[in-house]
């Protein structure tokens, strides 16, 4: 097992309306099979240690899965390791002496809570507004009684895998949601249950993200190298078609 | 004292039917004026509070992420069982139903374990109505794969993120409700008590994770759905924040906790590799169906795998078990990989691993094949170890993975204490002494869709509930006492962190609480935790205020009610005398070293009273009837 | 009128606006380069040819008129968005990468596009003050490209408008939901090599009279 030295110029914000400011740490002896979040429960450990208050950020399943995760490593969102939350991201992929800028996602819609816990609410709000299908439960007819061409599905899969991380939102030069919101109207798109609805869908939760502040996509491609679950842009370019069909072309 | 399961008499297969007709219904302009709040947004919580919105009640929904759309639900993989025998080989509502009660090894009650099976056909339903991308056949209809041991095909699933996928059809439901206005959703919340008035459950007292404000709700009922308590042994499969205070709380208010021991440890996880680890990930089941565990034949044999001859490999599950083989259940896979390492086999830097192996498969079916069943799994266990499975084999170990024990809740879902109702995996219902594959998240949304709506109902229909506000003095010592912990806790400022207690309390219920206990180590284990716990008490050093977002002063609660809890869980493995499912006292094992069971005294639900801090607990016996199966040894030969 | 607003207020319909407009000036380059190539014919051709569009007399002021609402859409449009974004990022990062999405087209966007318009005030008030009356057009082009800085001004701000159209190219195409798996690539190739005979079509002219 390899062990490695490193800087960490992390950033503390003790609330939402303080200012905040980078402190710099030295996180040394740390495993190069640990998880970048393991190694800030070891600067964490020794903060608390020290009487400090520990580094502050969301994290929960740690396998990649729950979307709670996530920072700005040197500049890249869940680090430069392509596919990859920042809980599996190892530290194999640094080396001996590295310097570490870690800082929160930053976004109008996304307002620092603290250090680098972020409230990512306007992601819920935007889903709110019809990212689902209207149906009770119950009354639900055979699931068999609508066939899904196999490729369809698969597409449709893909863009569900969205894990509303945020990380698109991060990476975008713009600060747009627009992969978020384009991976959840193409998967209501592409399959035959989400059709009754899908005018209604595409207009509201579009109107949503401008509210909220979210930037405007211009075709930047940055979401979709960062993107964790390798979400493409052709979900965005779904939706345009959706809200071309929807705002400019029906009755 | 007689502990009322309130199962509907009648025939098995017509039981819930005669029950649903039985149950009182609230008129569709009361349901309105009816409180429920709901705590947890997994797939338990998630579907209950969207369901009962729909029907009219006024919601209120409680998580601890900071959005509903994180439960730990979300993380489960492998799919969902349903009796829907699209593929004609033979299953059945029966068949279903008498997999789980064989492999809960008849520790579980029939007549709920069979509406589960009914109700599995209904989720699938109402899960692709909900837009849930499931796999598909060429033909475009619904895909199926064998899973976890069943010899027919009916788990459904979403790639190798099913768990994900219903979950956020259950989050699209809640919202849409949100949206409505019938449910408010309090993210960021913490339950920190249970607020019972004339023996009922009628409001819980929570803590604002970023404000650290402590808030009362009042209401006409408390749904619990706030999932397992694996995370009692520091390390397992389980998300951070899944924990007991939920319903430990509850049991400290008076509900009784049932088969506390009753722990899974999934045998396919990555293994250990250091002391700074926080979290073992799970490899899904689905591998063993391709792979070979083996180890080497020599202990101690340090050799790369590749360097060990065919002749010196011990496939020791295919040659104890030569009809099931590799995929005997969890609980028979992980005491046999424990066993092996035992005897000096293991492998790894650690010697606590054993290899899962799919050379033979990659020769047989070549490695597109390979790549297109596991490819993403392969790539997730390259990421973590750095180590790539399609050259050299896996390495694998047990890991606590779902807790079976949980509030005890009769046929209704609702626990003895009235206006109490818990889903999920918070109860105890449905999985017996071990769970089978792809069945949690059947249980969980069967709960949440199919059940409570109904029994609620019932409940509150035919009970007299006078006005309750959150002025009422129970409200008031709740909180009182909720903030006086907070300030103990805080006020401790010792010298060691509460992380560094939970690893040594995980270790201690690792190793004498874990995948094989005997009388002698769980004794040692009460003694050592109630001596870990007192240090605790004195030594925890907990950084910052209570007035803010303090995410050591969160975990610092959780970990006190684990220590709280683990002499429950231990008081409980130690009154069984007998082994069953995931449960393995060493002192009861038949000459195969199988778990044996004893039908005659232990064929009951232990039920544990709380009887006052430093009483210890109270037990009770629910016995369990068969009316229907016939009780036999399990046997995987 | 709703569908007016829903156009303006939202931000796929700005973008729309975006490249509906950008897709008219694709054209018009086309259209604008095809005509100027006849300078490698001589002077007489090229002559011809523009007195041949100034017969078209009243096409030829709407055709203007509509790349004037063109060009203030397109900038008016380009500007709000422009405006929007560095607001959607109130407090910027302390350090930013690439991740291989951003090229150096799609990141001037803004640059590029202000600077084209700066070449066309320029490119259009030469010829307005030029004094046609009493020389041809070829003529004020042989004059103009005499002199090498002017040369090297035009060039460059040719290397802009390419730059522009490598990343506004299939820009647009996305934008209209053109996005296919099986086609993009090209399409993204075709965006480039447009590019690059913008700017070898344009950027020889000068070359080629002045030299
Ligand atoms: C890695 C992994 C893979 C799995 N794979 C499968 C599989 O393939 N098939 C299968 O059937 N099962 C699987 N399971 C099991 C299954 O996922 C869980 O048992 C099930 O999802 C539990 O759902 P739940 O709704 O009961 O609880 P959870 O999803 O755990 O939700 C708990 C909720 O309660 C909230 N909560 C908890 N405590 C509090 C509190 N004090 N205050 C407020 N809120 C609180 C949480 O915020 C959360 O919202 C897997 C489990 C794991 C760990
Ligand atoms: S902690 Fe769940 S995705 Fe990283």
């Known amino acids: 097992m390899k062990s490695i030295n490193l800087t960490l110029k992390v950033w503390r914000q003790e609330r939402g309306s303080d200012k905040g400011r980078f402190e710099t740490y030295d996180a040394t002896g740390i495993s190069t099979d640990m998880s970048f979040l393991e190694m800030l429960d070891v600067v964490n450990e020794r903060l608390t240690l020290e009487g400090k208050e520990p580094i502050a950020f969301d994290h929960d399943c740690r396998e990649g899965i729950c979307g709670m995760c996530g920072a700005m490593v040197n500049g890249y969102a869940h680090g430069h390791e392509s596919g990859t939350t920042l809980c599996q991201l190892h530290m194999r992929h640094f080396s001996d002496g590295d310097t570490i800028v870690i800082e929160p996602w930053r976004s109008r819609a996304f307002k620092v809570v603290k250090d680098l816990v972020v409230d990512r609410s306007a992601f819920d709000k935007i889903i709110q507004e019809g990212g689902y299908i209207s149906v009770n439960t119950g009354g639900a007819p055979d699931g068999n009684t609508i066939p899904v061409p196999q490729d369809v599905a698969e597409k449709a899969m893909d863009a569900a895998s969205c894990i509303g991380c945020g990380a698109c939102v991060a990476a975008c030069p713009n600060g747009s949601a627009m992969l978020f919101v384009g991976a959840k109207i193409s998967q209501f798109a592409l399959l035959p249950q989400g059709r009754p609805e899908a005018k209604d869908r595409v207009l509201a939760m579009l109107n949503m993200h401008d509210e909220l502040g979210f930037g405007n996509c211009s075709n930047e491609r940055e979401c979709e190298a960062r993107c964790p679950k390798n979400i493409s842009i052709v979900n965005i370019a779904r939706m345009n078609r959706e809200f071309i069909k929807a705002a400019l072309l029906s009755e | ?637 | 009128m709703q569908l007016v607003l829903r156009i303006i207020r939202t931000s796929i319909g700005k973008k729309l606006l975006m490249a509906f407009t950008g897709l008219c000036f694709c054209c018009f380059l086309v259209i604008h380069l095809a005509g100027n190539l006849s300078v490698y014919g001589g002077a007489d051709t090229f002559n011809s040819y523009v007195n041949h569009l100034h017969s078209l007399g009243v096409l030829v002021h709407i055709a203007e008129l509509a790349l004037l609402v063109l060009a203030i859409v397109h900038i008016v449009t380009g500007t709000v968005l422009f405006i929007e974004n560095l607001r959607a990022r109130p407090v910027r990062y302390s350090v930013t990468r690439r991740s291989g999405g951003r090229t150096w087209g799609s990141a001037t966007m803004p640059y590029t596009g202000f600077l084209i318009l700066v070449f066309l005030v320029c490119h259009i008030s030469w010829f307005i003050y030029a004094g046609r009356e009493y020389q041809t057009v070829y003529q004020i082009l042989t004059g103009l490209f005499s002199n090498p800085v002017v040369i090297l001004l035009y060039c460059a701000a040719v290397l802009v408008v390419a730059l522009h159209i490598s990343h506004g190219f299939w820009s647009l195409f996305q934008t209209f939901g053109l996005n296919h798996n099986a086609y993009m690539p090209a399409i993204r190739a075709l965006g480039i090599i447009f590019a690059v005979i913008v700017a070898m079509g344009f950027g020889t002219i000068p070359l080629y009279l002045g030299l």
């Open chain 2, 1 to 637: 004292m007689q502990l009322d399961a309130k199962i509907p008499g009648g025939p098995l297969a017509e039981k819930w039917d005669r029950h649903r007709f039985e149950l009182k219904l609230v008129s569709p302009a009361n349901k309105k004026k009816f409180n429920i709040i709901v705590v947890g947004t997994g797939l338990a919580g998630g579907a209950a509070s969207a369901s009962l919105a729909e029907l009219g009640y006024n919601v209120k929904t409680f998580c601890i992420q900071d959005s509903p759309r994180r439960a730990h639900s979300i993380a489960a993989q492998g799919g969902i069982n349903a009796a829907k025998n699209y593929q004609n080989d033979g299953d059945s509502v029966w068949r279903l139903f008498y997999d789980t009660i064989k492999g809960g090894d008849f520790r579980a009650r029939e007549a709920n374990v069979y509406r589960l099976a009914q109700l599995s056909v209904n989720i699938i339903d109402q899960c692709v109505a909900q837009g849930v991308p499931f796999a598909r056949d060429y033909g475009g209809l619904l895909a199926n794969r064998s899973f976890g041991g069943a010899q027919v095909s009916r788990t459904f699933y979403a790639k190798g993120q099913t768990g994900q996928q219903l979950l956020l059809g259950a989050y699209g439901a809640l919202s849409r409700q949100i949206k409505a206005g019938k449910v408010t959703m309090f993210p960021r919340r913490e339950m920190m008590d249970l607020v019972v008035i004339n023996g009922r459950a009628r409001g819980i007292v929570t803590r604002h994770l970023i404000t650290g404000e402590i808030e009362t709700h009042a209401a006409d009922a408390v749904v619990l759905c706030s999932g397992g308590y694996g995370n009692l042994f520091y390390l397992s499969t389980n998300a951070m924040s899944s924990n007991v205070s939920a319903a430990f709380r509850a049991y400290k208010r008076g509900a009784f906790f049932a088969n506390p021991c009753f722990v899974q440890i999934h045998p396919t996880c990555i293994p250990v590799h250091g002391h700074y680890q926080s979290k073992l990930t799970l490899m899904s089941e689905s591998l063993r169906n391709d792979g070979r565990v083996w180890v080497p034949k020599k202990p101690g044999d340090r050799r790369p795998p590749a360097e060990i001859p065919e002749e010196e490999r011990d496939y020791y599950l295919e040659n104890k078990y030569p009809s099931f083989g590799n995929l005997v259940p969890r609980d028979v896979a992980s005491r046999n990989a424990k066993e092996q390492c035992d005897m000096g086999k293991g492998v790894g830097e650690t010697g606590l691993a054993v290899y899962l192996d799919f050379s033979d498969a990659i020769a047989r079916d070549g490695r597109k094949a390979i790549e297109k069943k596991y490819g993403n799994l392969f790539q997730m266990y390259e990421k973590i170890t750095g180590e790539n499975p399609y050259e050299t084999p896996m390495k694998i170990y047990p890991a606590v993975h779902y807790t079976m024990g949980g509030l005890w809740v009769d046929y209704n879902l609702m626990s003895n204490l009235e206006g109490l109702f818990v889903l999920g995996e918070a109860n105890f219902s449905d999985h017996g002494a071990n769970r089978l594959g792809a069945s949690a998240l059947m249980q969980g949304l069967a709960d949440g869709y199919f059940i409570i709506p109904y029994t609620i109902g019932g409940y509150l229909a035919g009970t007299v509930l006078e006005q309750v506000s959150t002025d009422h003095p129970e409200f008031v010592d709740a909180v009182s006492g909720v903030k006086e912990r907070i300030d103990r806790l805080l006020k401790t400022n010792g010298h060691r962190t509460a992380d560094e207690f939970h690893r040594q309390l995980g270790k201690i219920l690792w190793d004498y609480c874990g995948m094989a206990r005997n009388d002698e180590g769980l004794a040692k284990a009460r003694q050592m935790v109630t001596e870990l716990h007192q240090e605790f008490l004195e030594d925890v050093v907990i950084p910052g205020s209570a007035g803010d977002f303090n995410q050591s002063l969160e975990k610092a609660a959780r970990i006190e009610d684990f220590f709280e809890f683990a002499p429950v869980m231990i008081d409980d493995a130690l009154s069984r005398r007998e082994s069953c499912g995931c449960h393995f006292n060493e002192a009861f094992q038949t000459e195969e070293n199988e778990a044996k069971r004893d039908d005659e005294h232990g064929c009951h639900v232990a039920v544990w009273e709380y009887a006052g801090q430093n009483e210890p607990p109270v037990l009770h016996r629910e016995p369990l009837v068969f009316e229907n199966v016939e009780l036999t040894q399990r046997s995987y030969k």
